[in-house]
């Protein structure tokens, strides 16, 4: 589904690499955690993958689309949840979702049935009425994704789409991903929370300082020995590829 | 066109809900208006039909102190307050506003009038006269009181040659035809009121304003990421400026109207002059289409500057003051010194101004008006232009 080779890019502020040739293979149906520090360049690549910044240097294709050339073809069959809440908190839940389907390009009873559907998945449809400013962060986080099934993606970007809400959304918000993903789509999913990318995705990839340190299932991950020793979770092969030090 | 109307109606959608927004938008200009139309009546009046009082005392009684009085009396401008009491008693209801000169006539006067040491009259005005206007009245009372020496000086020099009659012979309201004057605006013999001057002057403002709600929604949905997510939806940046320039352009044409309504219906029920919109409908609607197309795209260019709300409301707000102060919204261009004038003519709330003055002042046409037009919408063309380029640049980090 994602083909990424020899990918970087650099943003005009400066600095160093956001990715520095950066490699990597996601497959059809899969549901890869991409993990990584603060700064690792996550929201980077998914930014890519999105479509939203342009790939200057290497080749990404998603669902065979190359985005440098065909970026309209790979937005087609994708959707980026964005770690912000991006949506307009003083719409209603309905307006919200309306308005995206519309953005969209869809209209009648077509527009009325993904909008339905998608509110149904994230179990907003008896919210509908209100106001977004007013719903608590977990139901923000479940509209945030609603929007993003609007157009039934084949590839779903999450970007840390568990942050600051409860246990029972949190709960409520994997059982979807995985819900999703078991209907076709393909998850790419990134979180600071080991124990949901451990408990959820199927592939992980480690990324830091724009480089991929390692792919593969959690049991090959944790089977190879790192430094003469063996991780014991992920967390703390996590912490052995990336090192202890803070990076804020 | 699918994607803009839904970024239109969203807009309006927000618009409506942010009352903070319209307050500012529709109330802040109309107390403007009204405000400087009404509290600034009075000195436009005196550029145009002027109306100034004074009291008279006439300590003389004499021939000569009532030719005086008489020549006053006689100028259309000049309006006599009848006040009784002796000197100081008159010079303590001037000092309070109840007539904006006093002119004392000496005793004396008119017997002195001819000699080395002359009984001058004396004139006090109230606190509140302006240096102009006290120049003026002087200029005026210097002038009757020329007229009465010239009338003693050749009545003496008659009947010294003998012949009193031929004093008489003089007709010293012949000097009035020697001067004609007249305003220009409107072809007629009147001068713009305070309402023709503050309308459009507050109305520019206003729709300057709109860069501030304008470019404080923009950073905060780019902050909140859903420019991001649209442009993941392959809505092109072009588009997301189009979304937002229309609807806002939309909200200008409204103050514009309201605004105007305001000149024209609100103000003479509170005292004012109404205003007069001129004979050029075509014309006013370009100029209103002109100056909100430089102003929405001036509130975009600002939004895609700035990183925060805060900057955007502080670059917006001290521009905008900027810009009126420059643009003679708060203090009129000719008053400025000549290079002061030279860099507000470089702004487009002056080019907005002169161009509503063409309109309303000079019964200007759409072809006095275009090159003012074309100024402004080359204006909205380049800030536009300028906010594509910054946007694509930020949204690329």
């Not at chain 2, 529709?26 to 405000?35: E, G, N, Q, R």
């Amino acid at each position: 589904m994602i083909q990424a080779h020899n990918l970087s890019y650099q943003y005009a502020s400066g600095g160093a690499r956001a990715l520095d040739a950066l490699s990597l293979r996601v497959p059809q149906g899969s549901l890869y955690g991409l993990l990584g520090p603060n700064g690792s360049g996550k929201t980077t690549f998914l930014s890519l993958l999105a479509g939203v910044l342009p790939c200057p240097q290497g080749r990404l294709s998603v669902d065979g689309h190359d985005l440098g050339r065909a970026p309209a073809k790979a937005q087609a069959v994708s959707a980026l949840v964005p770690q912000d809440l991006a949506f307009y908190p003083r719409l209603s839940v309905q307006e919200n979702v309306d308005f995206f389907a519309g953005v969209m390009g869809y209209a009648g009873a077509d527009a009325r049935g993904r909008v339905d559907e998608a509110l149904r998945l994230a179990a907003l449809g008896h919210l509908r009425g209100q106001r977004a400013e007013r719903c608590s962060g977990g139901l923000k986080r479940r509209l945030n994704i609603a929007i993003g099934l609007l157009n039934r993606p084949r590839l779903l970007l999450l970007d840390e789409p568990t942050v600051g809400i409860d246990p029972q959304s949190r709960r409520f918000i994997l059982q979807s991903v995985q819900e999703i993903h078991a209907a076709g789509t393909t998850v790419v999913y990134t979180s600071h929370y080991m124990e949901e990318v451990q408990a959820l995705c199927d592939t992980i990839g480690i990324l830091d300082r724009g480089r991929l340190l390692a792919q593969g299932a959690l049991k090959e991950l944790l089977k190879a020995p790192r430094g003469g020793r063996k991780p014991k979770d992920l967390e703390g092969l996590f912490l052995e590829l990336t090192h202890r030090a803070l990076r804020d | 066109m699918g994607p803009l109307i839904h970024l239109v109606r969203k807009e309006l959608l927000l618009l409506r809900r942010d009352w903070h927004a319209l307050l500012l938008l529709f109330l802040m200009p109309t107390v403007f208006i009204l405000i400087m139309s009404l509290a600034l009546r009075g000195l436009f009046a005196s550029h145009g039909r002027v109306v100034i009082t004074y009291a008279l005392l006439d300590q003389d009684r004499s021939p000569a102190s009532q030719l005086l009085a008489g020549h006053l009396a006689g100028q259309a401008e000049f309006q006599r307050i009848d006040l009784a009491g002796d000197e100081a008693r008159l010079q303590a209801a001037v000092r309070a506003d109840q007539a904006q000169f006093l002119v004392r006539i000496p005793a004396g006067f008119g017997a002195a009038l001819l000699r080395p040491q002359p009984q001058a009259v004396e004139l006090s005005g109230a606190p509140s006269v302006e240096p102009t206007l006290l120049k003026l009245f002087d200029a005026s009372l210097r002038e009757a009181a020329a007229r009465v020496y010239l009338k003693a000086s050749l009545g003496s020099l008659a009947r010294s040659m003998g012949d009193p009659s031929a004093a008489d012979a003089l007709d010293l309201d012949a000097v009035n035809a020697l001067v004609a004057s007249r305003s220009l605006y409107m072809g007629e013999q009147r001068l713009p009121s305070s309402v023709q001057q503050n309308v459009p002057a507050w109305l520019i403002f206003a729709m300057f304003f709109i860069a501030i709600p304008l470019s404080n929604t923009w950073v905060q949905e780019r902050s909140h990421g859903t420019y991001a997510r649209m442009l993941s939806l392959g809505v092109p940046r072009w588009k997301l400026l189009l979304g937002k320039l229309l609807p806002y352009l939309g909200v200008n044409l409204a103050q514009a109207a309201c605004m105007l309504a305001v000149g024209v219906y609100l103000v003479p029920r509170l005292g004012g002059d109404a205003l007069d919109l001129g004979d050029a409908p075509a014309a006013l609607a370009l100029m209103v289409l002109a100056v909100s197309f430089a102003a929405v795209s001036w509130g975009l260019l600002i939004a895609n500057v700035v990183r925060t709300s805060e900057q955007a409301t502080i670059f917006t707000g001290v521009g905008n003051l900027l810009l009126g102060l420059l643009g003679g919204v708060m203090v009129p261009l000719f008053v400025m010194p000549g290079w002061l004038q030279a860099i507000g003519r470089l702004t487009p709330v002056a080019w907005g101004l002169e161009g509503f003055l063409d309109v309303f002042l000079r019964r200007g046409g759409l072809a006095q008006v275009a090159p003012r037009a074309a100024l402004l919408l080359a204006f909205g063309v380049a800030a536009l232009g300028l906010a594509h380029s910054f946007f694509k640049r930020r949204s690329r980090g």
